[in-house]
Nanobody, 128 residues
């Protein structure tokens, strides 16, 4: 079973950038679809970005399109979430999630129930 760990969270100001990393042990991330989700207190987990298994199709929530980029480095077994032009409403705990051989299509809307493996999360805080 793959085990995931997020890193790279922190406190930044509006307009700043952060890069989150999702590292894995016990499995190869290139064989998995990876999703980045976020959650604020009292809310459900919101899908932010996904990258498909097999075809690497990427999809983004409308709220982050043009600002966030998901990518893989298969040599390091890491998936990244590059977050630019951060806004206060991006403040949340960010989770990466994986599902083996899950192939998504263009326009896929990330759903937490589609992913079986989760990291513990990393806090991102955006404030003036």
């Amino acid at each position: 079973q793959v085990q995931l760990m997020e890193s790279g969270g922190g406190s930044v100001q509006p307009g700043d950038s952060l890069t989150l990393s999702c590292t894995a042990s016990g499995g190869t991330l290139k064989d998995h679809a990876i999703g980045w989700f976020r959650q604020t207190p009292g809310q459900g987990r919101e899908g932010v970005a996904t990258i498909s298994a097999r075809n690497d199709i990427t999809n983004y929530a409308e709220s982050v399109k043009g600002r966030f980029t998901i990518s893989r480095d298969n040599t390091k077994n890491i998936v990244y979430l590059q977050m630019d032009n951060l806004r206060p409403e991006d403040t949340a705990v960010y989770y990466c999630a994986a599902e083996y051989r899950f192939t998504t299509h263009w326009g896929y809307t990330a759903a937490p129930n589609d992913f079986g493996y989760w990291g513990p999360g990393t806090q991102v805080t955006v404030s003036p």
